[in-house]
């Protein structure tokens, strides 16, 4: 299906179980132990043996020579794979570091080898042995440094974008602001480690994996063994996390299949969690400068947004700009993202990649302007809105409430309750408020499913869609009961595995619209095919309560389906909607801080996200992904941040004990309102994404909150005690 022209009416407007909070159909498996994430896939037949990775203990140059004769003497210790041995391989497509092969070494902790032995404890014993020289090379590790050598990027990133003339008005605007954010490396730390199995049958390998993209990832699985694609079997079915982590095919799946071949048995590898970090990808640390001028009555005029951030060679930039090109209004306006070359582990993707960092410097700056100028921080922001694309006027947004976010989330959070910075007390703690905007744009992929219809008219729905813990499989079987005319209990969700159609996939926010999108243009193929196989007029069937009616005819979906059942294949394609209406979703963040007058400690006292993103598939699980992403965002704020090692190249706080995220203790209160609109623009479903959105902008309205509590404005993040004091 060819989604070109704005939804109108369509099946599931008349809406019985799209939109309901429903909780997920996987919950049960998974509260009682009995979803199987990727190291936990148990066959009784199979000998199962265990490989652990060893990582390169240099962060640039070359392996000289491995020893691993004492290794492979250990005991139950089967094979000893090296890099070396492997030699020189085909990076993946969505690789910028090569997982595996070849003697150079490209970052710190980079797979080097995996020890295959008889138990886990015996592999990660052996893996110590091994011997390693190397000739190390100078690297760059340390942005601020290599700023000044930071490069424009091809176009195909769009690094640069002007309208009008900034710096003329900027000179010319009766009230300034020019200050410089940072934001530091990030980690996803999933609570589950990258993990996968390989068993290989004949030339056909399967990888239970844990894995966001099970196409992506078997193409460059191939790749990068020189496997025929065809010849592996990917599964996917849960997945503890991935936050963008697990978007690109990493070393864990490349180890066990090299591992299972030299053993000639299933191999289990999941990556420990002291290497994960280094190994993997993060997101990169930017230095942001924002300039915004702005009339006296707080109209922006002028509105300037650098990035700079660092990247492996021939990697990518952290698009930290991407919402100052379509957030505010402003006639003069220039955008600009320069890349440096660093040599710490592979800058990727991490949930909201771009806007996540980019809001956290812009929405300080806003709050720093709308003080400089006078005016309150919301209406601020309501005054420079702007309903269409301001640097493309005549692209339209398809839909923007943001205003309508701001003035909600202000009254039922109690705004106007808000001081002066430092005015309030209590205790022995200020407490302060701040606000900032969530945006973050709406992407969309091809995505497929087939839908079957059984002759005891239940509805299988087959897709290579994941669920990391979003609620994939719970909006996938309400989009098909809706279609079909089933209750939820007569539909089963099958998900990640490479023998179904190729989905969107889970990222970039992307997956709920786009995976339902697919599973409704297969119900509709199915629906024909009911309609063709009764003869029943197309115009007026309706399916419902588990029947399908037409004139006075009615006949079960059972029966419909006779012995042998049906099948509706389809993907959803997008056409130009995309391109002719500018496609966002939008929020707005209230956060309320204490801190604490003797220590400098910050701590969150309540939270509030009013959101306006299409059609909400299932308020409970777009809830979770919003309230998981506040607290991520809180996090960002108050405490992560990889300590970069900036002599010998990597990552100090490797592991979940020192790199210290967010969690339910650390927010006392929360809350998230969805704003009521649909999206005819977005898609059949008439949804948007909201897993992405709700992190952009919640560091920021921490850090306005904790400005409003102290009077103390903190640029760069994470905001820590010592930063305050
Ligand atoms: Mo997201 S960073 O595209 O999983």
């Excluded at 150079?104 to 015996?122: D, L, P, S």
């Excluded at 954010?181 to 068993?199: C, F, G, K, L, V």
């Excluded at 209750?487 to 089963?492: G, Q, T």
Aim: glycine share 10%; hydrophobic share 40%.
């Amino acid at each position: 299906m060819q989604f070109d022209t704005p939804a109108t009416t369509n099946p599931i407007d008349n809406l019985k179980v799209v939109g309901q909070p429903i909780h997920r159909i996987d919950g049960q498996l998974k509260t009682t132990g009995r979803a199987m994430y990727a190291y936990e896939w148990h066959d009784p037949n199979m000998r199962y043996a265990y490989g652990y990775p060893v990582g390169a203990a240099i962060a640039k140059g070359r392996i000289t020579s491995m020893d691993v004769s004492a290794a492979k003497r250990a005991p139950g210790v089967l094979a000893v794979v090296t890099t070396l041995d492997v030699g020189e391989r085909k990076k993946g497509k969505f690789n910028t570091a090569k997982l595996f092969g070849g003697d150079e070494v490209q970052h710190y902790h980079q797979a080097i080898a995996v020890v295959v032995a008889e138990t886990f404890e015996q592999a990660r014993a052996a893996a110590a042995l091994v011997k390693v020289d190397y000739a190390e090379e100078e690297g760059a590790f340390d942005l601020g440094q290599a700023k000044d050598s930071a490069v424009k990027p091809d176009e195909s990133q769009q690094p640069d974008t002007a309208t009008g003339n900034f710096e003329d008005a900027f000179t010319s605007a009766p009230v300034t602001l020019d200050a410089t954010y940072t934001t530091p490396d990030q980690s996803h730390a999933m609570m589950e480690p990258h993990a996968s199995i390989a068993a290989w049958n004949g030339d056909e390998v399967t990888v239970w994996t844990s894995s966001q993209m099970i196409d992506w990832w078997r193409s460059d699985l191939a790749t990068t063994l020189d496997i025929d694609k065809e010849k592996i079997h990917l599964m996917s079915p849960f997945i503890g996390g991935g936050f963008g982590g697990k978007l690109f095919l990493r070393a864990d799946a490349v180890l066990a299949v090299v591992g299972a071949r030299a053993v000639k048995r299933p191999v289990k590898v999941a990556l420990p969690r002291p290497l994960l970090i280094n190994n993997t990808t993060h997101r990169p640390a930017t230095i942001q400068r924002i300039r915004i001028g702005t009339e006296g009555d707080g109209k922006i005029t002028a509105i300037a947004h650098e990035s700079w951030s660092g990247d492996l060679p021939g990697g990518g930039l952290e698009t930290a700009v991407n919402q100052t090109r379509l957030l505010y209004a402003g006639a003069n306006r220039m955008t600009a993202m320069r890349l440096a070359t660093l040599h710490l582990p592979e800058g990727n993707a991490m949930r909201a990649p771009g806007e996540a960092p980019g809001l956290m410097a812009l929405e300080i700056a806003i709050d720093e302007i709308a003080e400089k100028v006078g005016i309150d921080p919301v209406q601020f922001r309501i005054v420079n809105d702007t309903q269409i694309d301001p640097e493309k006027p005549q692209r339209r947004f398809s839909q923007r409430n943001l205003i309508g976010c701001l003035k909600l989330g202000a009254e039922r959070f109690g705004w106007r309750e808000r001081g002066k910075p430092g005015s309030r007390r209590d205790g022995n703690w200020l407490v302060g408020m701040g606000v900032a905007v969530a945006f973050r744009n709406n992407l969309v992929l091809p995505s497929g499913a087939r839908v079957k219809l059984d002759r005891e008219g239940v509805v299988t729905v087959e897709t290579d869609m994941t669920d990391i813990g979003t609620g994939s499989y719970t909006i996938i079987a309400q989009t098909a009961a809706e279609m079909m005319g089933v209750a939820i209990d007569k539909v089963a969700v099958q998900l990640g595995d490479s023998r179904f159609p190729v989905s969107a996939g889970s990222g970039g926010q992307f997956g709920a619209n786009s995976s339902t999108s697919g599973v409704y243009a297969a119900c509709v193929k199915l629906r024909e095919a009911i309609a063709k196989k009764l003869g029943f007029n197309s115009e007026d069937i309706v399916f419902e309560n588990g029947e399908v009616r037409s004139g006075n005819r009615s006949v079960p979906l059972a029966e419909a389906a006779g012995p042998d059942g049906l099948v509706g294949e389809d993907t959803i394609k997008w056409g130009e909607l995309t391109e002719t209406h500018q496609q966002s979703t939008f929020g707005a963040h209230f956060v309320e801080v204490g801190v604490d007058i003797a220590t400098g400690e910050s701590r969150i006292r309540r939270m509030l996200a009013v959101c306006a993103a299409g059609r909400i598939l299932n308020p409970i699980t777009a809830r979770s992904q919003v309230i998981g992403a506040m607290t991520m965002g809180a996090g960002g704020a108050l405490s992560e941040e990889l300590a970069v090692d900036t002599r010998r190249g990597f990552f100090v706080n490797h592991d979940l004990a020192s790199y210290e995220v967010a969690v339910h203790a650390d927010i006392p209160h929360q809350e998230v309102i969805f704003m009521d609109e649909t999206d005819p623009m977005s898609s059949p479903m008439k949804a948007k994404g909201v897993g992405e959105l709700g992190l952009c902008g919640v560091a920021a309205a921490i850090a306005n909150a904790v400005y409003n509590a102290t009077g103390v404005r903190v640029r760069h993040y994470p905001l820590t005690l010592d930063k305050l004091i």
